[in-house]
């Protein structure tokens, strides 16, 4: 009975080491920075760019771009909302050598998608109540999306499937004063 035991334990790992050894080998996506420097990630975004202030976009740092990005997107949003996740800012087709978002502005050549409240444009921060967290969710795709204007989060969510290469993530919260 042990030597029909062992064959059954070698049969078995024979059977299993492949697909462990291609467990091994499946490419690890890579990470991004995205920072800010008006804001540390999880600490509290400033007024001025909020609804309570001049509501523009804030500056944002990208580095560690992996070589065979050829655009990057972005998406910033608040899962605190109280009629669920609140969409801030769509943004696609940013050239992949992009290292700098100025505040207030877009590189050229991006799109800027339907945010919650219909507009192709950033949304500040402007919780009900409470204290919210803000994502900037950065992504670096192997393409170049052709969308439209009018897409939204989850248009351009379906549009990336199988093409995100990397990604980094920025959040920021905010309560009303």
Same mark, same amino acid.
């Given at each position: 009975?042990?030597?029909?035991?062992?064959?059954?334990?070698?049969?078995? =790992?024979?059977?299993?080491?492949?697909? !462990?050894?291609? @467990?091994?080998?499946?490419?690890?996506?890579?990470?991004?920075?995205?920072?800010?420097?008006?804001?540390?990630?999880?600490?509290?975004?400033?007024?001025?760019?909020?609804?309570?202030? #001049?509501?523009?976009?804030?500056?944002?740092?990208?580095?560690?771009?992996?070589?065979?990005? #050829?655009?990057?997107?972005?998406?910033?949003?608040?899962?605190? =909302?109280? @009629? &669920? !996740?609140?969409?801030?800012?769509?943004?696609?087709?940013?050239? @992949?050598?992009?290292?700098?978002? #100025? *505040?207030?502005?877009?590189?050229? &050549?991006?799109?800027?998608?339907?945010?919650?409240?219909?507009?192709?444009?950033?949304?500040?921060?402007?919780?009900?109540?409470?204290? +919210?967290?803000?994502?900037?969710?950065?992504?670096?795709?192997? !393409?170049?999306?052709?969308? =439209?204007?009018?897409? !939204?989060?989850?248009?351009? *969510? +379906? @549009?990336? +499937?199988? +093409?995100?290469?990397?990604? &980094?993530?920025?959040? &920021?919260?905010?309560?009303?004063?």
């Amino acid at each position: 009975m042990k030597k029909r035991t062992l064959l059954r334990l070698v049969l078995l =790992a024979c059977i299993l080491m492949p697909a !462990t050894l291609m @467990a091994k080998e499946t490419r690890k996506m890579s990470d991004m920075k995205i920072t800010c420097n008006s804001f540390a990630h999880n600490t509290e975004i400033p007024e001025r760019y909020t609804c309570d202030g #001049k509501d523009i976009s804030p500056p944002l740092l990208i580095e560690e771009v992996p070589a065979g990005a #050829k655009s990057l997107a972005l998406i910033m949003d608040d899962p605190d =909302a109280p @009629a &669920g !996740t609140w969409v801030h800012w769509v943004l696609w087709n940013i050239p @992949a050598q992009t290292r700098e978002i #100025k *505040e207030s502005s877009l590189p050229a &050549g991006a799109v800027q998608g339907l945010n919650s409240w219909k507009r192709n444009s950033y949304g500040g921060p402007c919780p009900p109540s409470g204290t +919210h967290r803000y994502f900037f969710k950065l992504y670096a795709l192997d !393409t170049i999306l052709n969308l =439209a204007p009018a897409s !939204t989060k989850a248009v351009l *969510e +379906h @549009a990336m +499937h199988g +093409h995100i290469i990397a990604q &980094g993530e920025l959040m &920021g919260i905010y309560r009303r004063k």
